[in-house]
């Protein structure tokens, strides 16, 4: 059965963990069996995350053509490593995904209106995004 997951949490909260042990679990790690699309690794330069917000836009494009790319390989596991905070943000994800015959499952990672735990995500998150942030993330949060 080919899958796709979608993952949304806040910065931190283990979205990528978890992908990973989807991987694991799932395809006993076989990377032929799965590919995890996140656009963070667009903002990847020599090892170091740079975030640039003036190439958001372009490298959420390339992220979606690399899931559809993906998908038309027929790769049994697809997922989607993104905040995915509303739900516009994913939606081409899941019609790309629906339309190639995949199942779709989406997955909200870690408690978003906690305020202790997006504190602790603040704490953990690699990408140094500000508390702030995360806080305004939380509210935006579409259920």
Known sequence: MKQVFILRGLPGSGKSHYAQNLCDEMVNGDEAQ???????????????YRF???????????NLARFIRALSQHIPLVILDNTNIRKWEFVAYAEAAHALGYQVKEVVVGEIKDKAMQHLYYQRNIHKVPLKTINKMAYQFEW
Do not use: A, I, R, W
């Open 34 to 48: 799965y590919v995890v699309c996140s656009t963070d690794d667009y903002f990847m330069t020599d090892g170091e």
């Open 52 to 62: 640039d917000k003036s190439k958001l836009s372009e490298y959420h494009n390339l």
